[in-house]
Structures are given as C-alpha cells and as structure tokens.
C-alpha cells in the first residue's frame, strides 16, 4: 500500500552526481592519484602491520626455546650427584668384598 508513495526516481539523482563527479575530476585530475593514495595507505599498513606481528612471533618462540635450552643446561649442572655433562655420578664407589680369613 505505502511502497507506491516511497519509490522516487532514483535515476536523476544518480545522473546529476555522475555529472557532478565528471566536472569535479575535469577540474581537479590530482583527485584520482590522491584518493588512490587514501584508499592504498591503510591496506598497506595492515599488511605491513601482520608481516611485522608474525616476525616478532616468530622471534618471540626462538627466544623461549632458547630460554628453555638454558634453564635445562643450569639445572643440570646444579643437580647433585651428575657431572658437569648430565651423567649421573655412582652413588658410591664399590669394592670387592674382602673377607678377611
């Protein structure tokens, strides 16, 4: 019942801002490379943004198996009754038996 009364001709609108856009870029051709420029700068800086995020991901894993690596060298060499190397020391050295007869 309403849709008669709410459709308008949409088609001169759209013609007279075409029209108007054609003047306005005549006059103005530096628009196209500057608003080229608006829409390529945030693209670029998202892309750039995700490389950089992955790189220091990247580091940031290396860095804790690196910390990894150390904390178990340290430990090793802390832990009684091991060689400097990580073998376990004999808890005592032993002998033959020797009965004294």
């Not at 849709?3 to 013609?15: C, F, G, N, R, S």
């Not at 003047?23 to 103005?28: A, F, I, K, Y």
């Not at 608003?35 to 943004?49: D, K, N, R, S």
Request: net charge positive; proline share 8%.
């Amino acid at each position: 019942m309403l849709k008669h009364k709410l459709i308008t001709d949409v088609a001169e609108p759209l013609a007279a801002h075409h029209d108007d856009m054609k003047t306005l870029v005549t006059e103005n051709p530096w628009l196209i490379p500057a608003t080229l420029f608006m829409e390529v700068l945030p693209a670029t800086v998202i892309i750039h943004g995700y490389w950089k995020n992955r790189q220091l991901k990247k580091q940031l894993q290396i860095e804790r198996e690196h910390t990894k690596q150390l904390q178990l060298e340290q430990l090793n060499q802390l832990r009684p009754g091991h060689h400097a190397d990580g073998r376990p020391r004999p808890l005592a050295h032993h002998r033959p038996f020797h009965h004294d007869s």
